[in-house]
């Protein structure tokens, strides 16, 4: 059964959702048989290619049936890394036109937002990366529209940026996955088929710069905001640093929207001038309501801002899982009483699921596989125990088993076959299989696997590092100062190793009470193997560093200046990027130590 592709031009409307949710209730049912036909496909389509010629050599599929082939392939192409793939994604960016990867020819290259490992990586992108996008894009709506019906013909306040694009040595062209879809056609479709628009045009979008996009996204959202129908943005990150230049430049954007204007000292690339200036004309009215709601948000330290200034508003719309549940506080602050909806699952090599239950908070969102868009395997992990020692992670694993013999409550990495040229690859991400929805696995995004904090023994991911964070930063609440931001570093330069965290706060907050914070960060680490090297004394002790203002704007700084988009932006963790550290060091006004062991 094929993707529901007609609509009665209301992408809202009852037969599109019932068409596209239909079909995924179909795929889902089947999801085993779905799968084997799926990796099918993609062997079919890609059996000359020199990768899987090299690993299955002359050996037929065509008459296979589906478990003997799904059996042959697993036991014939090894697992791989991005490392494996590496060589044959460079020699088609140096422009190799032979199949190496896929008959379809690829030309266009994603890049990865290099947080998890202080680099981009290159990912093949081909037509089938934005009909997926498209798609996947297409049922969460369909989904979401059950629970918050809006409005044919509305808008949708944005906050997307593109990176700036480039040409590899073999002419093809490079940038972030998000930028190549906002300028796909589809994009295009994905619109006219919801009957929902975004406020900015293609000018603003594409900029490069990205204070200038913010500026002008709220600018054009504020100018329409009776028509907004919902606030998005690809990660929760992009919209609190929107709001929270909103804090600043409100003034500004009331003078423009009162004279129909764009103040030149803040824009100043002439295409997104004329683009906005083309579109807006002069509200003062406008101006004038927005300009007394601001002042009385102040005076509420921004509390609700969404519903007072987009009033018709339904909803705020972001990935809001892992490395973003730090921001879920602030997002709470401004949305108000609005909801939360935890957008989808995915990375730059392939989408994965979908939330089919938008009503839930984000903290309980799971993800159904589309079990069509790659053959999914699942690696099962489980923590090592205390004596157990790795330089790679806390997690020992099994053989890798289909999409189809999951178990509830086991933890698994995901392992990808995709359309685009990647084969048994290791995605790193670490997974609950949290329910299922008629065949096919809910998942609960645990953490990135390579995010880790570890010295000797001691092994603490992402996720262990985010409790230990929400633990210290209760005392910092009390005080009434605010948590922006923060990241951490294992220092093993300096003997005994230690654990390096870096707060940034906005508000004052006494010494002792971040000695306190320190302390109390220290002793919430449970991992056995840090307990018992603090103990030990073999670890040292745990070291909070406080940053000014400011310092994590430079870290995204230094990332999109580096071809990141905004929209792709996460805040690593956990670096070990000494430019990273560099910053962090630099823009370091204060130095604690636990007390904790001692």
């Given at each position: 059964m094929e993707a529901a592709n007609?609509?009665?031009?209301?992408?809202?409307?009852?037969?599109?959702?019932c068409d596209i949710i239909r079909w995924f209730e179909y795929i889902s049912e089947n999801a085993g048989e779905v799968q084997r036909e799926t990796l099918r496909r993609i062997l079919e389509q890609n059996y000359d290619v020199e990768y899987l010629k090299k690993r299955l050599g002359d050996t037929k599929i065509q008459d296979m049936d589906g478990c003997e082939m799904e059996t042959l392939y697993t036991s014939l192409v090894p697992l791989a890394s991005h490392a494996d793939l590496e060589p044959y994604v460079q020699r088609i960016a140096d422009g190799d036109t032979a199949s190496l990867l896929t008959q379809e020819p690829i030309t266009k290259l994603s890049l990865s937002s290099g947080t998890t490992e202080g680099r981009q990586k290159y990912v093949p992108f081909t037509k089938h990366s934005s009909q997926t996008t498209l798609q996947i894009f297409r049922l969460a709506a369909a989904y979401r529209s059950r629970v918050y019906p809006i409005r044919e013909g509305g808008r949708i306040l944005e906050f997307i940026y593109s990176s700036k694009q480039f040409k590899t040595k073999g002419g093809l062209?490079?940038?972030?996955?998000?930028?190549?879809?906002?300028?796909?056609?589809?994009?295009k479709i994905k619109q006219e088929k919801t009957k929902s628009f975004t406020c900015s045009p293609e000018e603003v979008i594409s900029s490069g710069e990205y204070k200038q996009s913010t500026y002008c996204h709220l600018l054009l959202g504020l100018f329409f905001s009776d028509q907004v129908e919902f606030i998005t943005s690809t990660f929760a990150y992009s919209i609190v640093q929107a709001f929270t230049a909103f804090e600043e430049c409100w003034q500004d954007i009331c003078i423009d929207i009162r004279q129909g204007s764009l103040s030149s000292s803040r824009i100043t690339l002439p295409k997104m001038r004329k683009a906005v200036l083309d579109t807006i004309s002069p509200k003062p009215y406008l101006a004038s309501k927005i300009d007394v709601a601001c002042k009385k948000l102040e005076s509420l330290d921004w509390f609700g801002l969404v519903p007072k200034l987009w009033p018709n508003a339904k909803y705020v719309y972001s990935i809001m899982t892992g490395s973003m549940q730090h921001y879920l506080k602030k997002l709470r602050h401004y949305a108000?009483?609005?909801?939360?909806?935890?957008?989808?699952?995915?990375?730059?090599?392939?989408?994965?699921?979908v939330n089919v239950d938008p009503s839930l908070p984000p903290e309980d969102v799971t993800f159904a596989v589309i079990p069509t868009f790659s053959y999914f395997e699942f690696i099962p992990i489980h923590r090592r125990k205390q004596d157990c020692n790795s330089a790679i992670d806390d997690f020992i694993e099994d053989e890798p088993v289909p999409l189809s013999q999951v178990k509830l409550g086991q933890e698994y990495e995901i392992v990808l076959t995709s359309f685009t040229g990647l084969y048994r690859y290791r995605l790193g991400d670490v997974v609950e299989v949290a329910g299922f929805h008629k065949g096919t696995p809910k998942l609960n995004f645990v953490c990135r696997r390579k995010l880790i904090l570890t010295v000797n023994i001691d092994k603490n991911t992402e996720k262990d590092l985010q409790l230990v964070v929400d633990r210290g930063s209760q005392l910092l609440n009390k005080t009434g100062a605010e948590l922006v931001d923060f990241t951490s570093h294992a220092d093993i330069v300096n003997q005994p190793g230690h654990y390096i965290i870096y707060w940034e706060i906005k508000g004052d907050v006494e010494e002792g009470v971040l000695n306190q914070c320190c302390r109390e960060m220290d002793v919430s680490f449970v991992d056995p193997g840090y307990v018992v090297s603090r103990r030990t004394n073999s670890i040292g002790p745990l070291e909070l560093c406080i940053v000014k203002r400011g310092a994590f704007r430079m870290i995204l700084d230094y990332f999109v200046g580096n071809g990141a988009a905004l929209s792709q932006f996460k805040t690593p963790r956990?670096?070990?990027?000494?430019?990273?550290?560099?910053?962090?060091?630099?823009?370091?006004?204060?130095?604690f130590h636990s007390t904790a062991y001692c």
């Open positions: 007609n609509t009665n031009g209301n992408g809202y409307g009852n037969n599109y959702e062209t490079a940038g972030t996955a998000t930028t190549h879809y906002y300028a796909s056609e589809e994009f108000g009483d609005l909801p939360l909806v935890s957008a989808d699952y995915g990375s730059t090599e392939s989408w994965i699921g956990c670096t070990s990027n000494q430019v990273l550290v560099r910053i962090l060091n630099d823009w370091t006004i204060k130095r």
